[in-house]
């Protein structure tokens, strides 16, 4: 069964034109929470098309839309469910809105706990996107919300670009990576660590599928390489990280 008869309802246009104005927030009733993705692809959907049909600026302007989870509910699967409609939805479309999930570090935020190294750079990742540019659409929960989030000038220094050639001195990166909560080893084979010995410092951010190696000289980033963790042994050049 089709669900885009929904699109021709009198009140899902009316959800449509309160989100075109920018509320503060809207809290929508009686929807069943399996349609919600199919909606919520829809909207994001049809606010796109309007902003191609008018050739304006974002129907949104700077603003995303925030969909509040119960926090019980999974976040991951959820978004995947739009992420599909969306799809769908967007064919023949030669934008498609982003989506993004703003995880909670724990599922209690009043429990002050460490917590884990995903838990964190799942978030970290999310803060990084919203420097460059923000989701149409962010998928959360209330633990998600309730912890802050940085402001734009703390977001810009917590994180750092490295490309070759660039000017870099092995006391300035140590310094930043034991500062962003990274692990010094003797050898790097996990998420979260770095080592260093003599001008190279090998690196493993959690949001790479391998570590990378820096070959620092005079203060400049000579060469960048991710590597093998198990045999240590250098696999592709890369011009940042």
Do not use: C
């Not at 734009?152 to 140590?174: K, N, Q, Y």
């Amino acid at each position: 069964m089709s669900l885009r008869f929904i699109r021709e309802l009198e009140e899902y246009r009316s959800v449509l034109q309160r989100i075109q104005e920018n509320p503060s927030g809207l809290h929508l009733d009686g929807i069943v929470d399996a349609v919600k993705p199919f909606i919520l692809a829809q909207i994001l959907h049809d606010l796109e098309k309007k902003t191609r049909e008018t050739g304006r600026e974002a129907s949104l302007g700077t603003r995303s839309i925030v969909f509040i989870r119960p926090s019980t509910s999974p976040l991951n699967s959820f978004t995947s469910q739009v992420r599909y409609f969306l799809g769908e939805l967007s064919k023949h479309s030669p934008v498609r809105p982003s989506v993004a999930v703003l995880p909670a570090l724990s599922d209690n935020p009043y429990l002050e706990i460490p917590h884990s190294l995903d838990a964190v750079s799942s978030r970290m990742l999310y803060f990084r996107r919203l420097l460059d540019l923000p989701p149409a659409l962010t998928v959360t929960n209330i633990p998600g919300i309730l912890k802050p989030i940085p402001n734009r000038e703390v977001l810009t220094e917590a994180f750092l670009r490295l490309d070759v050639d660039g000017s870099m001195d092995r006391s300035r990166l140590i310094s930043w990576l034991r500062m962003s909560g990274y692990t010094r080893e003797d050898l790097v084979n996990s998420h979260g660590e770095f080592a260093w010995r003599g001008g190279i410092v090998d690196v493993f951010s959690p949001w790479e599928d391998l570590p990378f190696r820096i070959e620092l000289g005079a203060d400049r980033i000579v060469s960048l390489r991710t590597f093998d963790p198990s045999s240590q042994r250098s696999l592709s050049r890369r011009n940042y990280v």
